[in-house]
Structures are given as structure tokens and as C-alpha cells.
């Protein structure tokens, strides 16, 4: 399956973005245009796609420096879809939510899907592709949304925009779990992080090679598109042992990453 003629792009290196710096997080105080401005004249360039995991303030201002500054990206614009269920499964402290808490998520979510669909008519020469969640649907997540309900976003968004539709997941649900969904997405987007699997460095590209070509041979006429990807430099100790987290390491692994992509 060509990926490239699936979504009508030209082959260009991607990588996801956000532009929040110390002291700033969504839903509080948000990176202005100059910052933005900042980031995107040091990417530029050098990246040629951006993902981006929200439809609010931040994801505004990247669309509106990219057009003013006429800066060459294209962007994966996303919504990210908050709980709608509690998932007791959530091995951190997360994931547990009053019933008034579940409402008003379903609410935001209607919310943001209906943005993200406003950005993609507002800005239809740069968003290429549309998402409409990140990890809502992995065993371990702490903002779990069912399968179905991700099914109707991907469905209201591909009635409301042209561009392709997506759902940015960890590799292993689409394997057992996520088949309705696969069928309606026009591309199926994985993560892969074999640091977070226990694999040392010498093993990470062939981890990740094995993570989506188990992807790719389950769903043999649908286009699979790697969304994230990377080795921490960092370790508490808490399922990364320290020893195999440093910036060597992550310099090895997006090395072979990107030869390999190319």
C-alpha cells in the first residue's frame, strides 16, 4: 500500500510538535506567536509534516504562524479526546472519573471533534490528514474512550472534511481489538517505543520493524503511517532501567528510525 498516494503527499520527514515551554500546559497558559514563530523557523526546512495532538489555542497559532510567515509544513491536525469511561486498569493514578467529570468530556469531545473540522475547511492547503484521538483506546490508558465511539468521530469527520482520517493508537489494539475502526479509517497510525517494552538498544529497530509489520500483515489494504516513535534520555526506574536511557542511545535509535523510513 502506498502511503504517499493514499493521502495525495510527496515522501517528507515528520515529526510530532508541541510548543508548550516551562510554565505552560493546555488548558492554562499557551505558547504566543512569537514562540511559535521561534520553534517553526528551526524545524523549517529540516521537516517537511507536523503532527499536532490538539484543536485548541496552540494548534491555532501553529496554523496561523505557518500561513502568515508562509513557512513550507503541512500538518496532522488532531483532536485529543478525553474519557468517557472510567478504565480501572490504569496501572497509574489515573483513569477514575466522577460521573459529572465522564459528562462534560463527552461534551468537550463533541466539542473538539466539531473543531477539528472547522480547522480542515479554515486551513485545507496545510492540514493533510485529520486525527481524531491519541491512545484513547490501549488497555492502559487514563483517558479511555470504547472503540465506538471513536468509530462515530472518525465518521462525523470524514462527512465533514475532505482530508483522510486517522486514530493515533499504540501498535498492540489495533492487532485484537480495533478491526471495526481499521476498516473505517482511510490510514491506520501506530506508536512504537521498545524502550518502554524492555528492549535494549541493539534490539529497537527490529522491535519496531516487527510492531508494524504486524500491523501492516493484519491489515494488508490499508496504509499504516508510524505517528510516534522515539528513546527517552530519562529514567526514573519505573519500567526503564537507567542504564539504557541517554542521549547516545535516542541518537542511535533516530538514526536507524529514519534510515530505515527512508
Given amino acids: 500500500m502506498n502511503i504517499f498516494r493514499t493521502l495525495g503527499i510527496e515522501p517528507g520527514r515528520a515529526i510530532c510538535y508541541s510548543g508548550f515551554r516551562h510554565g505552560q500546559y493546555p488548558g492554562g497558559s499557551y505558547p504566543n506567536y512569537d514562540e511559535i514563530k ?17 484543536c485548541d489555542q496552540h494548534a491555532e497559532t501553529v496554523l496561523e504562524v505557518i500561513t502568515q510567515e ?15 469511561m472510567n478504565n480501572f486498569n490504569c496501572p497509574w493514578n489515573g483513569g477514575i472519573y466522577s460521573d459529572e467529570q465522564l459528562e ?68 498492540a489494539p489495533w492487532l485484537y481489538k480495533l478491526e471495526k475502526l481499521a476498516n473505517e479509517v482511510d490510514f491506520i497510525s501506530i506508536h512504537t517505543y521498545p524502550v518502554w517494552e524492555s528492549k535494549h538498544i541493539n534490539e529497537s529497530l527490529d522491535y519496531t520493524k516487527e510492531n508494524y509489520y504486524s500491523v ?33 542511545n535516542q541518537k542511535i535509535y533516530h538514526e536507524k528510525l529514519m534510515g530505515w523510513a527512508e
Fill in 38 to 54: 521561534e520553534d517553526l523557523s528551526l524545524l523549517n526546512n529540516h521537516w517537511k509534516y507536523l503532527r499536532l495532538f490538539d
Fill in 70 to 84: 508562509k513557512l513550507d509544513f503541512k500538518v496532522m491536525a488532531s483532536a485529543y479526546i478525553e474519557a468517557e
Fill in 104 to 171: 462534560k468530556n463527552l461534551l468537550n469531545n463533541s466539542k473538539k471533534i466539531s473543531k477539528l473540522i472547522d480547522f480542515a475547511n479554515r486551513y485545507p492547503s496545510i492540514i493533510f490528514s485529520l486525527s481524531v484521538g491519541n491512545e484513547a483506546c490501549v488497555d492502559w490508558t487514563d483517558h479511555f474512550v470504547p472503540e465506538s465511539k471513536v468509530l462515530e468521530y472518525v465518521k462525523l469527520v470524514k462527512f465533514g472534511a475532505n482530508q483522510p482520517v486517522t486514530f493515533c493508537e499504540n501498535y
Fill in 216 to 248: 501492516v500483515n493484519k491489515y494488508p489494504n490499508k496504509a499504516v503511517v508510524i505517528t510516534e516513535a522515539g528513546w527517552t534520555t530519562n529514567s526514573n526506574g519505573n519500567a526503564i532501567h537507567p542504564n539504557n536511557v541517554n542521549e547516545e
